[in-house]
């Protein structure tokens, strides 16, 4: 786990004490989350209108585009994200700003001393920060939040929101496997209806849950859900349509609009874009103009997802070459890349990735483009070895003590991507000095 650091003093110290946080073995439910709201007083029902969103890839993006065309429309906006790429205040964004370092100590602190103040209820890192999230959208004044999903849906911490403005699903793949597909009666056993068991258990009566269009068994099972629940299910392709070129030419029964493509890179995140667009035009809450989509789609930022890197010390090492960055590590986000780079010229792929992921994800798509492949760690985790990327790809595999080293013995031409990891990404930009704003 990466708790981050600071060179803040106080937020320094409540990270000491998130460190020592843990989940217990086995532990699963949402019950000591529900219980450590309830100790300060259960923010999270007095928010503002909440767009919840859920995915394996793309709901980090979704929720960019929705915090952007919310408040090009002149409306103040809470969001949180996750995970955190340099320092923890990127998880937390009051009123559109990053969270200041004095407040974010001030609520990590109350939130760990409400736990201390009677039976340790011992809650993890992610149900720490949940609740600091909720304590500080709820005292804030603001037209909306933005809360990204952290793991699954059913049984993540941010779950405990009775009535969303609108919730969403991006896109369905296999990750976490540990966790997503762990053993559990009544469940379903296909992996992807599993998935879709998991993201889907955010539905709520009557709201509408607006999602991308899946596979029929991951499909089936969102449909079983939203029919229990009483959720209103808007579905891609039924009652949503988006098509990607140029444009974004969207349109629902509202009527047809035609979008700008993102700044971003990738078809796929043209994709999120439409997805926030769907979410917006399916919600009652809060008015939001074509204008403001089109100009929010166009200013939305998100680092790590195919970023172009700038100017910086890294760069400086491959002077004239584009370095992209993707923190990209399952075979869904190997799939969106490979499509990115499918008419490019062939490219060096610097790889750092977890040992729990598969070494395939990334490499096997991209195998036909690159120029050479070279093996970095996963700055404080445990990752895969060379040998385990040799078996996906005709070339020489070599390994590399950091970036810098991998970047400094590469050839004088080809640009590059270096991807396999958010913990690598993050590394890559402390290093570059481009800090996520």
């Known amino acids: 786990m990466d708790f981050a650091i600071s060179d803040h003093p106080r937020v320094a110290a409540q990270l000491a004490r998130l460190e020592q946080l843990s989940v217990p073995q086995g532990r699963f439910g949402l019950e000591i989350i529900h219980d450590l709201l309830a100790r300060l007083g259960n923010p999270q029902d007095h928010l503002p209108p909440v767009f919840h969103v859920a995915g394996t890839n793309g709901k980090g993006s979704t929720c960019t585009y929705l915090r952007m065309m919310l408040e090009t429309a002149g409306l103040t906006v809470h969001s949180a994200t996750k995970p955190h790429l340099v320092r923890y205040n990127e998880r937390i964004r009051i009123a559109g700003r990053l969270i200041e370092d004095d407040l974010l100590a001030d609520l990590l602190a109350e939130v760990l001393d409400a736990n201390n103040a009677g039976e340790d209820l011992h809650p993890s890192f992610f149900e720490v920060t949940t609740a600091a999230i909720f304590l500080a959208f709820a005292r804030t004044p603001a037209d909306a939040c933005v809360i990204e999903v952290g793991l699954g849906g059913r049984l993540d911490a941010t779950n405990v929101l009775t009535a969303p403005a609108a919730t969403g699903i991006a896109t369905l793949g296999i990750d976490h496997e540990g966790f997503l597909l762990r053993p559990e009666d009544g469940v379903p056993e296909s992996p992807l209806a599993r998935i879709a068991f998991e ?7 009557n709201v509408p849950l607006v999602t991308q269009s899946y596979p029929e068994e991951a499909s089936a099972q969102i449909a079983a859900i939203t029919a229990a629940t009483g959720a209103q299910w808007i579905l891609r392709g039924r009652d949503w349509w988006a098509d990607i070129g140029a444009t974004i030419e969207y349109r629902d029964r509202h009527g047809a609009l035609s979008l700008p493509l993102p700044v971003l890179a990738g078809v796929h995140q043209a994709e999120n874009a439409a ?10 809450c809060l008015h939001v103009s074509p204008d403001a989509m089109a100009q929010g789609i166009r200013a939305a930022r998100w680092p790590a997802r195919l970023q172009a890197l700038g100017p910086g010390p890294l ?28 008419d490019a010229p062939p490219f060096h792929l610097i790889i750092g990735m977890l040992a729990n992921k598969d070494p395939a994800a990334i490499i096997a798509p991209l195998a ?6 070279s093996v970095v760690p996963a700055p404080g985790h ?15 595999v070599r390994a590399f003590a950091d970036v810098e080293q991998a ?8 640009d590059v991507l270096i991807a396999g990891s958010l913990y690598l990404a993050g590394d890559v930009l402390r290093r570059n000095l481009e800090f996520p704003e």
Request: aromatic share 4%; proline share 8%; charged share 15%.
């Open 315 to 342: 760069s400086d090492l491959v002077p004239g070459r584009v370095m992209w960055l993707d923190g990209g590590h399952n075979p869904d986000a190997g799939a969106a890349i490979a499509r990115h780079f499918s």
């Open 368 to 373: 036909a483009h690159l120029l050479s492949v």
């Open 275 to 284: 997805l926030a667009v769907a979410m917006l035009r399916h919600q009652t």
């Open 407 to 414: 970047l400094a013995a590469l050839p004088p031409q080809g």
């Open 382 to 396: 445990e990752a895969h070895r060379p040998e385990d990327f040799a078996a996906h790809t005709a070339l020489p």
């Open 199 to 205: 993201k889907a258990g955010i539905a709520r009566a």
